[in-house]
């Protein structure tokens, strides 16, 4: 397109002059894209030089006219109402943001609460629910040593026969403390599960006594239950196995456990299989089965299974899927309200062969004699010790804190160190250190009523030779003196 | 020299101004003066010379003038990646293109990245992506992707 006449006017909105027959678009940009037939009105175009214009093409014959007209004044007009309106809207829309905004920090303050609320919930009902635990074990201590203390009393031909009560009784004592102190063990447990405190310590292990051992403490439950149990052992059991075993005993009594806990009627079997270095245990029972409402809470902690009448500590499970996992296995539930359930897992124990493991610590210990000095302020504690060591041919020196420990070192050549952390006077760290400083070489198992991982690095840092937890099992003491006084 | 007219469209205080004042001039206000009716603006990209309208968003008082349209040869699509609705609205608008000038070029700027309460997911871009249109992040205050935006639609008016 090109120019065929202007007016000159033009130049006033900031447009360059046109000469006829330069071509339009090179000098007026908004002609850019038009030709001769379009028709169109522009309103409120800025002009080259900020003036507001309005701008329209009219095609006639061959040529198109191009009218401009000035529209400031319009223009501020529409422009202070346009500002406004927008403004406006811009206001309502962050307003609409911010109460949305508003809206969902609440919600999530609700759902939170809400939260709050049922942890709270869960926190008592376990409390009440672990006093209860506790309670059960504890009354049947005091009400058996009682038993056991009256029989005591008795005289001459009273006593006849009370051997084997007594007996009876103290079985049932010691069962009931063996409960209490797993109560005890899981609830620290649960401790550790948020502070990854749990480590394995796998030792070689003899699958058949494993099983046995299992099944030893689980059969008088379910006798008392009077349902059915039976327990499948693999067709290798002779296999010495590298296992932490009270860790995976501990798995299997929570879950052997709870099946009989939860079946009534009919039978628990428990299925165990071992290749390649991983056992498998199936657990199957008859019980009244997990709903799927409580399937999915299952592996929380603290939740207990609603209107079963059944109280747990609510631990159990969430700590042996830890354990199962920490073992290189998985834990798998299958089960329906009312048709049983099947709990299937699987742990890394490594295949050591066929060794005998019990007789040759026995043999080995036996034929020498071993001088231990026993530091332990507790005198039940020392007393106990002394007698069971005795029956390994162990003598025994025994004092009350960690100065008399260090005098003793002195004066006598000890085989074995066996100190206790807490005592007056002089504490088991100090004389350790004191030990130190004086040269003495003797191995020292220092022991504890605290399981804390922090307690063990200190005295692995002390140089101690390794570290036992109360209630310490004197054959614990004696493979860990074997080990020790064998290097 | 080939001349190519662009408008720039959107809703209202998307920032088509601000991304043409950025490209044109390297300018950059915080202060928000709406544009009444259209602004024309050239600048030079090699061998073509770019007239970029600048014209008004729509807003509650008024849709786009269709008229500014006449004659482009492509469109920047410019939405709020903070006010969801504005790039909702990007359907609307590029149907009010379409019956106009037809399927012209066109690429999609969803302005002010720089700032925090953005709220466009990747399903959505992925959505304006499936379209053909291309999608820039674009951030006037910044300069973010401003540069790539305009000879991205440059590059597709010539094609
Ligand atoms: N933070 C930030 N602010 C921006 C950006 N782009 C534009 N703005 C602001 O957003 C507001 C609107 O920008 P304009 O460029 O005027 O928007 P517009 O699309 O031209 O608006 P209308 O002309 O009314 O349609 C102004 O206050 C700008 O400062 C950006 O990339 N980042
Ligand atoms: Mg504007």
Redesign the interface.
């Known amino acids: 397109m090109r120019v065929c006449e202007s007016s000159s006017n033009i130049k006033d909105y900031g447009f360059p002059e046109l000469q006829p027959g330069q071509v339009i678009?090179d000098a007026i940009?908004?002609m850019?894209?038009?030709d001769v037939n379009?028709k169109?009105?522009?309103?409120?175009?800025?002009s080259p030089n900020g003036m507001?214009i309005s701008v329209s093409l009219v095609p006639c014959g061959d040529n198109l006219t191009v009218l401009i007209s000035d529209v400031s004044d319009t223009?501020e007009q529409?422009?202070k109402?346009?500002?406004a309106?927008?403004?406006n809207?811009?206001l309502v829309?962050r307003q609409k943001?911010l109460m949305a905004e508003l809206e969902r920090a609440s919600r999530k303050l609700e759902q939170k609460n809400r939260q709050l609320e049922e942890a709270s919930r869960l926190q008592t009902s376990f409390l009440s629910g672990v006093s209860h635990e506790f309670r059960t074990p504890l009354t049947s201590i005091i009400g058996y040593t009682n038993l056991v203390l009256n029989n005591l009393q008795k005289t001459g031909d009273e006593q006849k026969g009370l051997a084997d009560c007594n007996n009876d009784y103290l079985s049932a004592v010691q069962r009931s403390s063996k409960h209490l102190m797993s109560l005890v063990e899981n609830l620290l447990d649960h401790g550790k599960l948020d502070s990854d405190e749990i480590v394995l310590k796998p030792k070689p292990n003899s699958l058949k006594q494993l099983i046995d051992d299992v099944e030893l403490v689980l059969r008088p439950l379910s006798e008392t239950k009077g349902i059915e149990f039976n327990v499948i052992p693999p067709y290798n059991e002779t296999a010495t196995v590298m296992v932490d075993d009270s860790r995976l005993r501990q798995c299997l009594i929570n879950l052997i456990g709870n099946a009989i806990k939860f079946t009534d009627q009919g039978s628990v079997t428990v299925d165990f299989n071992y290749a390649n270095d991983t056992l498998q245990v199936s657990i199957l029972d008859t019980g009244i089965g997990i709903s799927e409402e409580d399937m999915n809470k299952i592996r929380l902690p603290f939740y207990q299974a609603s209107g079963t009448g059944k109280i747990g500590t609510g631990l159990g499970l969430t700590i042996t899927e830890r354990i199962i996992n920490m073992m290189g296995g998985a834990l798998d539930i299958f089960s329906e309200l009312g048709e049983g359930t099947l709990v299937k897992f699987n742990v890394h124990a490594s295949d050591l062969g066929s060794l005998d493991l019990d007789s040759a610590t026995r043999e080995l210990i036996k034929t020498k004699s071993l001088d231990i000095l026993l530091a332990e302020d507790d005198p039940f504690i020392a007393d106990l010790m002394i007698l069971m060591l005795k029956d390994w041919n162990i003598d025994v020196t025994h004092v009350v804190n960690g100065a008399l420990a260090v005098e003793a070192v002195q004066s006598h050549n000890f085989d074995l160190i066996i100190m206790d952390i807490h005592m007056p006077v002089m504490s088991g760290y100090e004389a350790v250190l004191e030990l130190n400083r004086i040269g003495s070489t003797i191995p020292v198992i220092v022991m504890s009523a605290s399981a804390v991982e922090a307690d063990q690095k200190r005295a692995a840092e002390l140089g101690c030779s390794a570290y036992l937890t109360k209630p310490v099992d004197v054959q614990e003491i004696i493979e860990t003196a074997d080990i020790l006084l064998s290097q | 020299m080939i001349?190519?007219?662009v408008c720039m469209v959107g809703e209202?205080?998307v920032g088509k101004t601000s991304l043409t004042q950025k490209f044109v001039n390297n300018v950059f206000s915080e202060t928000?003066?709406?544009t009444?009716?259209?602004?024309?603006d050239?600048v030079q990209i090699e061998d073509t010379k770019l007239?970029i309208w600048d014209i008004?968003?729509r807003?509650?008082?008024?849709p786009i003038?269709a008229?500014?349209l006449?004659?482009?040869?492509g469109v920047v699509l410019v939405a709020d990646g903070t006010?969801l609705?504005t790039v909702e609205s990007i359907s609307e608008i590029w149907s009010t293109v379409r019956e106009k000038i037809g399927e012209v070029p066109c690429v999609v700027a969803l302005n002010k990245a720089d700032l925090e309460?953005w709220c466009v997911d990747n399903t959505t871009i992925e959505s304006l992506r499936d379209r053909g249109w291309d999608v820039f992040e674009t951030s006037a205050k910044d300069g973010v992707m401003v540069e790539s935006l305009f000879h991205k639609i440059v590059e597709k008016t010539k094609e």
């Open positions: 678009d940009d908004f850019i894209g038009m379009t169109l009105d522009l309103p409120f175009v800025a507001s223009t529409r422009r109402l346009q500002q309106a927008n403004e809207e811009l829309e943001k | 001349k190519k007219k209202f205080s928000y003066l709406t009444i009716g259209v602004k024309i050239t007239v008004a968003g807003d509650s008082l008024s003038n008229s500014y006449v004659g482009a040869a006010r609705q309460d």
